[in-house]
């Protein structure tokens, strides 16, 4: 069984950083992309940065030079580093990972509990 199991969520001022993280646990093969999403209140999931596994990335015009997404394909993980952070960047966000593991040797997508930030003074 694989999980994705989230973390460095929580409240920060409107102009600060957070930093999340991801970790991918299991009888994994291999990871192919990997993401996070969000969902704010009221609001359509929505995606906020992709990374292939050769590092490729990918954002949401909404947080283009504000957020870095990066991988560890040593340890399974995704980190997201958000920067200059907005009151509209409020939401759970999500981890998402495309895997080939065990059970799924074909490759599934998975998802992780969330962890929720939010910016506000």
């Known amino acids: 069984q694989v999980q994705l199991v989230e973390s460095g969520g929580g409240l920060v001022q409107p102009g600060g950083s957070l930093r999340l993280s991801c970790a991918a646990s299991?009888?994994?093969?291999?990871?192919?992309?990997m993401g996070w999403y969000r969902q704010a209140t009221g609001k359509q999931r929505e995606l906020v940065a992709t990374?292939?596994?050769?590092?490729?990335?990918n954002y949401a015009d909404s947080v283009k030079g504000r957020f870095t997404i990066s991988r560890d394909n040593a340890k399974n993980t995704v980190d997201l580093q958000m920067n200059s952070l907005k009151p509209e960047d409020t939401a759970v966000y999500y981890c998402?990972?495309?895997?080939?593991?065990?059970?799924?040797?074909?490759?599934?997508?998975?998802w992780g509990k969330g962890t929720l930030v939010t910016v506000s003074s």
């Open positions: 299991g009888s994994i093969f291999t990871i192919g992309a």
């Open positions: 998402n990972a495309f895997v080939r593991s065990t059970s799924t040797p074909y490759g599934a997508s998975y």
């Open positions: 990374i292939t596994g050769a590092g490729s990335t």
